[in-house]
């Protein structure tokens, strides 16, 4: 299994290098095809949506559409793989953030009960 770091998924969705954009596509093909499974972490996965809403100004919306392609892509083992899922839903709703959306299916996940939190469209999220 290879873990894939963030800038070889950046490169894969985004063509500003060319270079590494063709050995990205390649990458992410030929694993696919042979159905070598690759994994990566959830700081990865963060890291990707952060790139794509801040540095490349894609909307939270558009950037919650390539997230969930990329975890539908069988052959990438993703950590907390239903947890990211789940978020991404939440937040495709545009009440809170995706951040915020993970820390709620995570804490649900977990069993937790309780949240304390100022942030009023987290608690209100919360208690719903």
Do not use: P
Not at 40 to 56: G, M
């Amino acid at each position: 299994m290879i873990f894939v770091d963030t800038n070889y998924f950046l490169r894969y969705l985004i063509d500003d290098n060319s270079q590494q954009h063709l050995k990205a596509i390649e990458f992410f093909e030929v694993n696919s095809k042979k159905k070598k499974l690759i994994a990566t972490s959830v700081l990865v996965f963060f890291e990707i949506f952060w790139n794509l809403t801040s540095f490349y100004q894609k909307s939270d919306l558009a950037a919650i559409e390539i997230m969930k392609k990329l975890l539908n892509m069988a052959f990438i083992k993703f950590e907390s793989k239903t947890i990211l899922a789940n978020a991404l839903d939440r937040a495709s709703k545009g009440v809170i953030s995706f951040e915020d959306c993970f820390n709620l299916e995570w804490a649900t996940a977990e069993g937790i009960n309780d949240l304390a939190s100022f942030d009023k469209k987290l608690i209100r999220e919360w208690n719903q």
